[in-house]
């Protein structure tokens, strides 16, 4: 079974700055898809980013970008110039490619706080 | 959003009492799942379906059961609550083709309080 790993309950960064966010896995497979969802106060659930494992290059959306290193089996999101907006709970998801059930296993979720 | 919904948004119920929580959607996804969001531990899954009546066990199934016997719903129930199923479950579709190929979209979530 694989399992996703958030080493970072919490976080803090100033606006403006950069923050990194931390996601390790662990599986057999080559073949696979990574996910970083938001989740804010209001519960929603939210896609930031995805990264597909066969895909050498890094994932990017507007100030979201992804660091990833399929060997160490390394997935982690770099948020720039941070915004009073970004506040929220961050989870790291990972989805097999070969899995008929295109089920999700997250990591416990990082929470990041911004302050103006 | 994906046109998914769910109801109840809350509810506090007793140990022992029977709940039923639904999950609707709008665009005929094939693929849909109950999770549970617990402190630490991210969201797991609970039971997923891949189509009318057709139905499979995630990681904590213990202690509920879903039915989906119309595309558009999906319905998780728990059968005796008990204190340990306070929780946040999150339904969610999985799309299969498209720009968003291979991506969830979850519902707005239902607190649960079993006391």
């Known amino acids: 079974a694989q399992t996703v790993t958030q080493s970072q309950p919490e976080m803090s960064v100033q606006e403006a700055e950069t923050v990194t966010l931390s996601c390790t896995y662990d599986?057999?497979?080559?073949?696979?898809?990574l996910f970083w969802y938001k989740q804010p106060p209001s519960r929603q659930m939210i896609l930031v980013i995805r990264q597909e494992a066969y895909k050498q290059q890094n994932a990017t959306e507007n100030r979201f970008s992804v660091n990833f290193q399929k060997a160490a089996k390394s997935f982690s999101l770099k948020i720039s110039d941070s915004q009073l907006g970004d506040a929220a709970m961050y989870f790291c998801a990972y989805r097999s490619a070969t899995n008929a059930g295109n089920m999700l296993t997250f990591g416990g979720g990082t929470r990041l706080m911004v302050k103006p | 959003d994906a046109g998914i919904t769910q109801s109840p948004r809350h509810k506090v119920t007793e140990t022992g009492t029977p709940v039923t929580l639904r999950c609707h959607q709008t665009?005929?996804?094939?693929?849909m799942y109950w999770y549970r969001q617990d402190p630490g531990h991210g969201l797991r899954l609970i039971h997923y379906?891949?189509?009318?009546?057709?139905?499979d066990k995630g990681e904590v199934s213990d202690g509920y059961s879903v039915s989906r016997s119309k595309t558009e719903d999906f319905l998780l129930t728990l059968e005796s609550a008990t204190s340990s199923q306070t929780s946040v479950y999150f339904c969610?579709?999985?799309?299969?083709?498209?720009?968003?190929?291979?991506?969830?979209?979850f519902g707005p979530g239902t607190r649960l309080t079993v006391l």
């Open positions: 379906s891949y189509g009318v009546k057709d139905t």
């Open positions: 599986t057999s497979e080559s073949d696979y898809y």
């Open positions: 665009e005929n996804h094939r693929y």
């Open positions: 969610a579709i999985s799309v299969t083709s498209g720009e968003a190929y291979n991506e969830q979209f």
